[in-house]
């Protein structure tokens, strides 16, 4: 029933069948995949649970100000001191400004700093249904009226506002992401089979595995209350490019070695999908459980790009095994040009470097391994420099738009925390209470009277230091402490940094319980795959060693050589989850492999035969994915690069290091205990020392 099911989309007439439902289904989902943009939420107070204190701030504190509000602080400055007309203008720009759509209430300002150096209006902006769109456009107008007759003013929007603006630019970067992911992979595959045309084959097969992905992931968010963001957009981009292009790299490979064993191209075919496909529906299960698995985060960013991620598994898997075998047929051996593989054809085995590289780890094969975890344990003791505790807005990007410019000058001129208080929300009957418990708490000042409505009541704090500071945060908690002590206030504190507090929080508590529960569900899935559980114990331990030390090296590059601020909360995570699935994505090939030829060989033997077999693929597949997350440095964006670098150093070290020395070295050294308690581990080897033997038609790359 497999081997029929495989076959399928290498029949005479099958293929042109699988070719037509696939152009049938990406025709509506080219519209729907056009519109995911109108269902992200990039808002950080949308993406925490609702449970959490400042999301509860932001539902009680509606009846009190305008839906959906938020603060553009416009800076004006002139090193050598602000003029009359100076003022004038910024006076004259407030009024302009209230009749810029979606502008609401009155500006606060213009208000000049105590050094006669700068300017500062807070003008309230009201987000639509077209989110951080709208926002942009709206600064963008804003800029043109703050920027029309300056005479030499410099002007900038800053505040939350300035800060949507200026992230849906960098985020609008997704288009030429695309690009360079593209162009990263038909580099990467001109190089691995010196073919001009053969690359464009799944490059477009990727390109459908890409829209139909973005249009599931739209009806899910739509309907199914999924939530997405930019950020999972540009991470789908480059996984679906990379994860995808890994299958086809397999798949071509083993049909490529079938074209010289038959010579019916559709038999040849058929035969390559039976059996590469085992392993490579292994593979992306495993990837897609472990990402469906942050589903059980508590913030929604993170938890909505779990199923988002696997959806572009799932659908990249089903493009490579459906719709890129009927092309390849479809287009025959000719796609190979200009090496051809003619039928009957042997390819003379020839000692590659994975080969020398076997033959080098079996000469001493503990010692290999043990200086292998000595190495990558001091590379993770960079782990301990990471700075994982969020970013401020203006430490957000790679360069300094508008938005990071305004805001050093506002932070130079004006006190740290204006224009972004924290907002309190209690019981009408005692806010004169929770006012007097504010007044007491160090760092904030300028509390003002409560508001009353509806029951409730609602009062502002300006905080002394800058509100995504660590002091800031503190002061944040101090006070959270004073308000809940006060009985029957029923007080609550939200704002910005309130939402990054209960961000960080958040992102603690799913790295303590996503972590353990991947590693065990992944430590399940090689025990069923490889029926053992020597194996699959000490080929988690390998990949959770890469992990650590790639995250050690990226701590180091990301604080001495990119100079950046620090990371997001989410990224110790989102880093673990990614490098986990993908490094036990390249385990699952090479061990599957060994346990293929231990199998008729024994163990030893076994273990370099696999890697010379599938050494060159393995690391064309690797070099592809990291190719296409290193891409992700394109964005302006400190998340992106940061992520980008440490996917794509972690998965070049496993694939190079880890899969290639450290896994042979532990398997020739464990020998056949690593299949201990399968019949496998009956088997013993032959007691002359195992030399790797070249196979013939595998090696893609040399």
């Known amino acids: 029933m497999f081997r029929r099911l495989a076959s399928l989309p290498s029949g005479r007439v099958a293929k042109w069948v ?23 939420e990039n808002d950080n107070s949308a993406w925490l649970p609702s449970n959490a204190e400042s999301t509860a701030v932001v539902d009680r ?61 807070i003008v309230q902006v009201h987000k639509d249904k ?90 899910l968010a739509k309907n199914a209350g999924l939530t997405v963001n930019n950020q999972t957009s540009f991470i789908l981009t480059v996984l679906v490019f990379g994860a995808a292009t890994d299958y086809a790299l397999l798949l071509t490979s083993r049909y490529r070695e079938e074209l010289a064993r038959h010579e019916d191209r559709h038999d040849a075919m058929a035969e390559a999908l039976h059996r590469s496909s085992p392993a490579i529906i292994a593979s992306a299960a495993t990837v897609a459980i472990s990402l469906m698995l942050l589903m059980l985060a508590s913030l929604n960013s993170t938890k909505g790009m779990g199923p988002a991620c696997a959806v572009g598994i799932v659908v990249g898997l089903l493009a490579m095994t459906t719709l890129f075998p009927a092309l390849m047929v479809i287009c025959g051996r000719w796609i190979f040009w200009p090496a051809k593989p003619a039928y009957g054809s042997v390819r003379a085995a020839k000692e590659t470097v994975w080969t020398r590289v076997g033959n080098a780890v079996a000469a001493r094969p503990r010692i290999v391994w043990i200086g292998t975890v000595v190495i990558l344990g001091v590379m993770s003791l960079g782990v301990l420099g990471l700075k994982a ?35 309190v929300v209690a019981e009408a009957g005692s806010a004169d209470r929770v006012k007097a418990a504010l007044a ?35 002061t944040v908690e101090r006070a959270r402490d004073a308000v809940h002590a006060i009985e029957g206030a029923d007080a609550q504190i939200g704002g910005s940094t309130a939402v990054l507090l209960d961000t960080q929080a958040a992102a603690a508590r799913d790295s303590k319980v996503i972590i353990p529960i991947v590693l065990v569900v992944v430590l399940l899935i090689l025990g069923l795959l490889l029926r053992a559980i020597v194996a699959p114990l000490l080929l988690m331990a390998t990949v959770v060693l890469s992990f650590g030390a790639a995250l050690g090296v990226s701590s180091l590059v990301f604080n001495h050589v990119f100079h950046f601020a620090g990371a997001e909360s989410s990224f110790p995570l989102l880093t673990f989850v990614f490098l986990v699935a993908l490094g036990i994505d390249y385990n699952i090939f090479l061990v599957t492999r060994v346990r293929e030829e231990a199998m008729i ?52 070290l496993d694939t190079l290091i880890v899969r290639s020395v450290l896994v042979t070295a532990l398997t020739l050294d464990v020998g056949r ?16 020392t195992p030399v790797a033997v070249p196979e013939p038609g595998l090696e893609p790359v040399r």
């Open 18 to 40: 699988v070719v037509a439902v696939w152009l049938l289904l990406l025709i509506p989902a080219s519209s729907l995949a056009g519109q995911l943009g109108d269902v992200q």
């Open 61 to 121: 504190a509606e009846s009190f100000r305008a839906t959906d509000s938020l603060p553009a602080i416009v800076v004006y400055d002139r090193p050598a001191g602000v003029t009359p007309a100076d003022m004038a203008k910024a006076q004259a720009d407030a009024q302009a400004f209230k009749a810029i759509t979606n502008v609401v209430g009155e500006p606060q300002g213009p208000v000049m700093s105590e050094d006669g150096k700068a300017i500062q209006t």
């Open 130 to 219: 077209t989110g951080w769109d709208g926002l942009g456009k709206v600064v963008d107008a804003m800029t043109e009226v703050g920027q029309a007759g300056s005479n030499g003013l410099s002007f900038h929007v800053t505040g939350a506002a300035g800060y949507a603006s200026d992230s849906i630019k960098g985020f609008s970067g997704g288009g030429s992401l695309t690009m360079i992911t593209a162009v990263v992979v038909i580099a990467i595959l001109l190089l691995t089979y010196r073919s001009p045309v053969l690359p464009l084959v799944p490059l477009m097969t990727v390109g459908g595995a890409l829209v139909a992905a973005e249009a599931v992931i739209y009806l």
């Open 389 to 423: 505790d969020g970013l401020s807005n203006k430490d957000q990007f790679t360069n300094k738009p508008q938005m990071a410019a305004g805001e050093e000058i506002r932070a130079e001129h004006f006190p740290s925390g204006s224009g972004d208080p924290i907002y």
């Open 440 to 474: 007491g708490v160090p760092g904030l000042v300028g509390i003002s009277d409560p508001v009353v409505k509806d029951g409730d009541a609602m009062l502002l704090g300006q905080l002394v230091d800058d509100p995504t500071s660590e002091p800031a945060l503190r």
């Open 601 to 652: 060989h024994g163990t030893r033997k076994g273990a370099l035969t696999g890697l010379s077999a599938t050494g060159g693929v393995i690391t064309s597949a690797g070099l592809v994915l990291a190719g296409t997350f290193a891409a992700m440095a394109s964005l302006p964006l400190v998340f992106a690069a940061e992520l980008g670098f440490a996917v794509a150093f972690g998965v070049l």
């Open 673 to 688: 205990w690593m299949w201990w308690p399968s019949k496998l581990f009956r088997r013993h080897d032959d007691a002359a």
